[in-house]
Structure formats: C-alpha cells, structure tokens
DNA sequence: TATAGTACCTTGCATTATAGAATACCTTGT
DNA sequence: ACAAGGTATTCTATAATGCAAGGTACTATA
C-alpha cells in the first residue's frame, strides 16, 4: 500500500493510542493490525513506542513466546487514556476541516469571483 | 485556534493545492481562507509557497495593490491540476483508513479478547 | 513623525516517519 | 549439526515539514 508519508505524521500515536485502548499489545503485532488501514513499518513503530513510554502514556511488561524471542506488551495507562481521548476530539476537528476546505469551496468562491 | 500541529503535514499542500484550483491567490490571502478551516501561520505558508513552485506545482505573477506592497499571486499550473487530484485521493483513502482504525475495532477486537 | 495594518521573505529549531542494519530466538529442512 | 527463514526487538542516520521569530517595505491614519 503506497501511501503519502506525511499524512500520517501524528496521526499514527492516534493509532497506537486506540488500538491499545481496546488491547494490549506488542509492537509486532500492532504493524498487523494498523497496516490494515494505514502502511507502516517496524522501523516506525518501535521508535514510537518507546517515545510513548517515556512520555508515560504507555507501560510494558514481558511474556514468553513460543514461537520466537519474548515480547514486549505495551498497555495505556491513565495519562494515555486521557491523551486518547483528546487526540481523537483533535482528530474530529481536524478532519472536518480538512473536509470543509475539500468540498464547500465551491460555493464561497462564486462571489469572490463575480468581481 | 490550537492544534495538533502534526496532523497537519503533508496537509497544508493539499490545502494550498484546492484553495487554488477554485481562484489565483496570494500568499496573505491564503492565511485567512486556511484559518477558517484550520489553523495556519505566514512563516508556514511562504515556504510552502516557495517549495511549490520550484516544483514546478505553481506559477506567479505580480500584482499592485492600493493598500500595501503588491501582492504576489499563485495560479496552479497543470502538473499542479495533476498533483492536487492525486492528494485529494491519497486524502480521502487515508482519512477513511484511520476513521476505520477509530471506529470499527470495536467488533473485531471481542473475538481478540475471548482468549 | 509615529503607529498600525498589509504583504512578503528568511533562518533556525523541533518533531516525526522511515530505511537500513544489527541482534536474538525458534522452527524446519538437509 | 547446520543453514535458512520467520518472529521480534532495537538503534542510527536521514529527510520532510510546520512554526516562531525576526526582518523589509509599502500605505494610511493620527
């Protein structure tokens, strides 16, 4: 999936705030569940994880795995619940305008023209 | 009007792209139209503007004003026309993609959970 | 003259996504 | 035992980009 990079400058903590408000998670497995709506790499997850954690949004904690190395569970933590919770507001807000320059446009600039 | 200034790149060029696709506008211009929608500065949009035309997106001509320096304004060329459709596409792909991570992990997630 | 509004431009900073490489563990095939 | 490949984490260096802060210059008003 090409994607345009910058779009999603902040918006994938968004992700990674609302997918771990719904489970726990490692960082592994949150490149599935995200590269299902949005491309992503592992080389762009960790980094963001670990800067979530020492912002104290997030805590982990270790489990073995059968299948390969053990993995790192990352969990929201209060602050990250709040953080979420305004990211998505901020998100809303952003979108739709976004949206408003997109499609209504058109009318506001019929007199703008008519000079 | 304060926002997550990460949301917003990559955006603000999409933006830029619209706004002139509808009319030719000029750099101060195009502050007021943009902040209605989303919050943005001169230090951001003259640069923007600059980038752009060395890419060959925009083109400029002068124009005087009566109540203040001339003004320069920007047309969309037709690699602009080609580029703004794009990102108008990338957008609407990309902002749909983190609506779905938002809204409809709800269902997906139960089984998830009933381990 | 001084102030304020319009309009443009530049420099330097902070943030963030990414590729790429390194490390380590487990399973499967030879 | 060994190699290969998938799982999983981590780090470094790089490239984009928004923005504050500052500067220039023109016009109008007090």
């Known amino acids: 999936m090409i994607m345009n990079t910058q ?20 960082g592994y497995e949150m490149v599935d569940e995200i590269s299902q ?9 960790y980094p963001l994880l670990k800067r979530l954690k020492k912002e104290g949004l997030l805590s982990s904690y ?7 190395p053990p ?16 990211l998505v507001g901020e998100w809303e807000t952003f979108s739709k305008g976004v949206n408003n320059l997109l499609n209504s446009k058109n009318e506001e600039l019929k007199e703008a023209n008519d000079e």
């Open 7 to 26: 779009f999603k400058k902040g918006v994938l903590e968004l992700c990674v705030l609302v997918i771990l408000d719904k489970k726990d998670c490692y």
């Open 71 to 86: 993995r790192k569970y990352y969990r929201l933590t209060d602050s990250g619940k709040e953080k979420k919770e305004k």
């Open 37 to 45: 709506s949005i491309s992503i790499s592992e080389g762009t997850i």
């Open 62 to 68: 270790l489990k073995e795995s059968s299948d390969g």
